[in-house]
């Protein structure tokens, strides 16, 4: 075990899937001489020299649409997006293109490419840099999501990334690269589509995506002191989801708050409130609460751009209306 | 570069193939038997021919919705084609895919094309691998004249020259994007002066001569398979049909159409074969005789063959 940060775990991750696997490239802008705006790339390019650490144009649809391309001619791209609001201009080559070669042509094409990128509000980074996006990616048959809370879900969960043979969109929240913690030195994998329990509880569940979960948890810590027992739960992966785990939570502690940073409005949450209600209506003892974003742009100056960005008092209040305990304040 | 006859008869006999393929899927999208629309190749057939009998097995392609002549080119089995077309499971892609959608990757086809300017980053993907794994593969891109002003077609051709990938872009100039036409999208005469921009060779060709076509390709995908990067060239041409069947074509008159089936690609090389005295009329039915047995056969395997089970539509979205 080593301590490492978020970002260093994620750069372990693609250094040690490098040297295992000579097919796989990095491409995206910045990441090689200047290893990656938030330094997630940094000493690749000198490891991996410049064939497999590319330095690119500013040109988002030929970055992604080459990694689809190579990918369908035997690589394995791992690009960086830099900041997942660039999604507008190079779309159609993952949505339309990566996504669905599969299908479209009856299952023969084999698209293992990852594309990652920062997404996430609280640097006053403002509309255009500062977003969560996640349910865009859900919506697309072919793709899987992946978002990671935690140093040692961002390196396993990235090299299963890199070892799956489908594209996969892998988004790191900007606040959460500093976020340190214990992560094993060697190569390990996260299997896609496996939420985790990050605290056990019997009164309420909490289904949190990356930086709602630290928030989460700290709520979760601070309602143990007034008798409220919160189970948290990670899925770790979008899509595909975890519903299993999600389910079994709920059917023991009968209520579900989610807390996310997209907008509410047709955001993740919507698809696991829908898709509690269908299958685990008959458990639940009080509605289902979302705790996210109001449906705005995300706004610049601080004092909007708090109160854009779920916090820890929005929590408790759902938290305290689900369970109906007024003590909680 | 000269020509065996050989290789012309085969590249007259590719032409007729595709000309009479093309026609057969007039027929069977009249009788209701395709889904969907289809987009024709008639009138283009010079340029996936000329081209494509450049390329090896393993070389590259990326298509476009007006895909079946590059495909058929590129050496497609004509019954899984027509399979597809139908929507059957015996298909190409299973019946997933249709007229725009079908692949061949075993034969480096990456597929047709739905989305204009769709294919050029792909092209220039695959072309990058062929680089990195050290092989010496090429990869054609065809894109027409409306993807020509898509931002993608320039990010590619960017890309490819600053990574000096192996890939030629090839553009088919029909003239006409649905009903929109170059005079009014563009406002250079010739898409080959672009690229200048990339500081790439650039060439226009007789798009309806498969011969100039032929020449224009062998260059430019010796220059790409021998490391010196890619090209562009422009092939001006026509369609003959509409933009899709049905089409009215409202937007073009008879005068311009009839102009342009007087330079016939088919019938012209079939002229200069015959003045030539490469091919005889015996053997210009002979070859007909041949892709008519082979259509026939395509046609019969495509209406015989079941549609897929509802249950399949499940299937194939992810990779194990």
Redesign the interface.
């Known amino acids: 075990m080593a301590n490492m940060s978020f970002a260093q775990a994620l750069n372990d991750a693609h250094k040690l899937e490098m040297e295992r696997d000579p097919n796989i490239y990095v491409a995206g802008e910045d990441v090689g001489v200047y290893g990656g705006i938030f330094g997630v790339t940094a000493g690749l390019l000198d490891q991996f020299t410049d064939k497999r650490v590319r330095d690119t144009p500013i040109t988002e649809s030929a970055i992604v649409g080459t990694a689809v391309g190579a990918a369908a001619a035997g690589l394995r791209p791992v690009i960086e997006l830099m900041f997942v609001d660039f999604i507008g201009v190079a779309f159609d080559q993952l949505y339309n293109q990566a996504a669905k070669m599969k299908y479209m042509f009856g299952g023969k094409a084999k698209l293992p490419l990852v594309m990652r990128a920062c997404c996430g509000a609280g640097i006053g980074a403002a509309a255009q840099h500062s977003q969560c996006l996640e349910a865009w990616f859900m919506h697309v048959p072919g793709l899987k999501v992946v978002m990671p809370s935690t140093p040692y879900d961002a390196k396993g969960l990235l090299i299963s990334s890199i070892r799956d043979d489908n594209p996969v969109v892998f988004l790191e929240h900007k606040l959460l690269y500093g976020m340190e913690g214990e992560v094993p030195e060697e190569a390990y994998t996260i299997p896609l589509g496996q939420a985790d329990i990050k605290r056990e509880g019997q009164d309420v569940t909490v289904v949190a995506t990356a930086q709602m979960v630290n928030l989460s948890l700290s709520v979760a810590e601070k309602l143990s002191g007034d008798g409220i027992s919160a189970e948290v739960v990670d899925p770790r992966t979008l899509s595909p989801l975890d519903e299993e785990t999600i389910l079994e939570s709920v059917r023991k502690t009968h209520r579900l708050v989610i807390v996310h940073e997209e907008v509410k409005f047709a955001g993740s949450g919507a698809e696991i409130a829908a898709m509690v209600a269908e299958k685990a209506f008959d458990y639940l003892d009080a509605p289902i609460i979302r705790v996210a974003a109001p449906f705005t742009p995300v706004p610049f100056s601080p004092t909007l751009e708090a109160e854009f960005i779920p916090n820890e008092d929005k929590i408790i209040q759902a938290v305290k209306t689900v369970t109906g305990n007024p003590n909680v304040a | 570069m000269s020509l065996t006859n050989e290789q012309m008869i085969g590249m007259y006999a590719n032409m007729k193939k595709i000309r009479m393929f093309e026609e057969q899927v007039a027929e069977l999208f009249a009788a209701g038997k395709i889904p969907g629309f289809v987009h024709l190749y008639v009138g283009e057939e010079a340029v996936a021919t000329g081209v494509c009998a450049n390329l090896r097995e393993d070389d590259?392609i990326?298509s476009t919705h007006r895909g079946h002549g590059h495909l058929i080119s590129k050496g497609g089995d004509i019954k899984l084609m027509m399979a597809e077309l139908l929507g059957k499971k015996t298909?190409?892609?299973?019946?997933?895919?249709g007229s725009m959608?079908i692949?061949d990757?075993d034969l480096g086809i990456?597929?047709a094309?739905?989305?204009v300017?769709?294919g050029?980053?792909?092209?220039?993907?695959?072309?990058?691998?062929?680089q990195?794994?050290g092989k010496d593969l090429v990869?054609v891109c065809f894109f027409g004249d409306g993807a020509a002003n898509q931002?993608?077609t320039h990010?590619?051709m960017?890309?490819a020259t600053?990574?000096k990938l192996p890939v030629v872009f090839v553009n088919e100039n029909n003239m006409y994007g649905i009903s929109s036409c170059t005079l009014n999208s563009m406002c250079v005469a010739d898409i080959a002066d672009r690229a200048a921009a990339y500081d790439m060779p650039g060439v226009v060709v007789d798009g309806n001569d498969v011969v100039a076509v032929y020449e224009a390709a062998s260059e430019a995908l010796r220059q790409a398979r021998e490391g010196e990067g890619p090209s562009l060239i422009e092939c001006k041409t026509y369609r003959h049909k509409g933009h899709f069947e049905g089409d009215p074509c409202v937007y073009r008159n008879e005068e311009e159409l009839q102009e342009w089936k007087a330079k016939d690609p088919v019938l012209r090389f079939e002229k200069k074969l015959l003045d030539m005295q490469v091919l005889a009329r015996e053997k210009i039915d002979e070859i007909k005789d041949s892709i008519e047995k082979d259509l026939a056969k395509a046609v019969s395997f495509a209406e015989e063959s079941p549609f897929p089970d509802p249950s399949e539509i499940i299937?194939?979205?992810?990779?194990p």
């Open positions: 590259y990326t298909g190409y892609c299973k019946g997933k895919g959608h692949a990757l990456l597929g094309n739905g989305i300017g769709g050029p980053p792909l092209a220039s993907g695959a072309a990058l691998a062929s990195y794994q990869t931002g993608t990010e590619a960017n890309l600053c990574w299937e194939d979205v992810y990779t």
